[in-house]
């Protein structure tokens, strides 16, 4: 473990301006909101350019005996909830 190298990144980020620092934190939870929930309406496009299906309809085609219930995927809106209020 270089210590060292990660001591200088550290300080490199102290030269940002934390104006700075707080757009681009608002603009990546902005981006990572975005593209959830897109994903989530089976709207994000792929590389063809088409709407892919959504995670419930990809759980439908292919079930396992290790797919959780779609309740299990109830965590995510506390957690991005929280990660919201942090940034």
Known sequence: ???GAYLSKEAAMDDVPSQ???????LGYAGLMSVNILAGMGKLPLISGNPGPNNAELSGRWPTRLTPAGYAFAIWGPIFLV????V
């Open 1 to 3: 473990l270089n210590m």
């Open 20 to 26: 700075t620092k707080r757009i681009a934190l608002v």
């Open 83 to 86: 990660q919201g209020v942090a």
